[in-house]
C-alpha cells in the first residue's frame, strides 16, 4: 500500500473564525480520530494533491509536531464552487482493528474471448475490501486469461488472502460481452465444420 507523508500543525482554536483564517493561508481544517483520542490540525492545501489526484489507494502518514500517525482518508469537504478542499477527515489506524476502503480492480492476461473478437468490459473498477491495515491490498487483480466470450468473473470468484471483499458474492466485476467480429468468428468455425 502506498503511504503518503504529510506534516501538519496543531489548531490552538476551534470554530468558524478559526477555520476560515487557516483557509485564508491555503491551509485545510482537519480532524483526526480512531484511537480514542481526537487531534485537530491543519494541513497545507498542496499535499492533498498527491492523495486525491492518484486512482491509487493508500495511507497517510501525518506528523504533528514531531509525533507521525498512521492514518486512512475518511471523509473530504470541497467548496462549492471554487473546489478546493475545504475541510477532512482521517481516521487513526491500529493494527488490530479491521478497516473498510475502495480497491481499484485490475485484469492480468489475455482473455480467450477477446482475442476470439470479444471486448473486456469492467462492471465495477472498485470494491470494497475489508481487512486489517497490513493486509490491506493496493490492487484486486483478477485473471482473465480463461474467460471466453459471455463469460463473467464475480465478486465470489475473486481468491482473497486475509481479506474480504463486501460487495455482494452474486456481482459481476468483468464480462467479455460479444461483438460483430466475435460472432462472424463464430460463423465462420461453424461453417467450416
Do not use: W
Not at 70 to 83: G, N, Q, S, Y
Not at 160 to 183: D, F, H, M, Q, W
Amino acid at each position: 500500500m502506498r503511504i503518503v507523508s504529510l506534516s501538519g500543525s496543531l489548531r490552538e482554536n476551534v470554530g468558524k473564525k478559526d477555520a476560515k483564517a487557516l483557509r485564508r493561508e491555503d491551509k485545510v481544517p482537519c480532524v483526526m480520530y480512531g484511537k480514542g483520542e481526537q487531534y485537530l490540525f491543519a494541513l497545507p492545501q498542496t499535499g492533498f494533491q498527491r492523495i486525491l489526484f492518484n486512482p491509487e489507494p493508500c495511507f497517510v502518514e501525518i506528523d504533528l509536531n514531531g509525533v507521525k500517525h498512521r492514518a486512512m482518508l475518511k471523509d473530504i469537504e470541497f467548496h462549492p464552487v471554487t473546489e478546493i478542499v475545504y475541510h477532512c477527515d482521517f481516521y487513526e489506524l491500529s493494527d488490530d482493528k479491521p478497516i473498510v476502503m475502495s480497491i481499484p480492480v485490475h485484469t492480468t492476461g489475455t482473455s480467450v474471448g477477446v482475442m476470439k473478437g470479444g471486448k473486456l468490459a469492467y462492471k465495477q473498477k472498485r470494491l470494497n475490501v475489508k481487512a486489517l491495515p497490513a493486509n490491506m491490498p493496493s490492487e484486486i487483480l483478477i485473471d482473465i486469461t480463461n474467460l471466453d466470450v459471455a463469460q463473467r468473473c464475480k465478486v465470489q470468484d475473486i481468491p482473497t488472502n486475509n481479506y474480504e471483499i463486501l460487495n455482494p458474492k452474486s456481482s459481476e466485476v468483468v464480462v467479455i460481452n460479444s461483438t460483430r467480429a466475435a460472432s462472424t468468428g463464430a460463423n465462420e468455425v461453424v461453417e467450416a465444420e
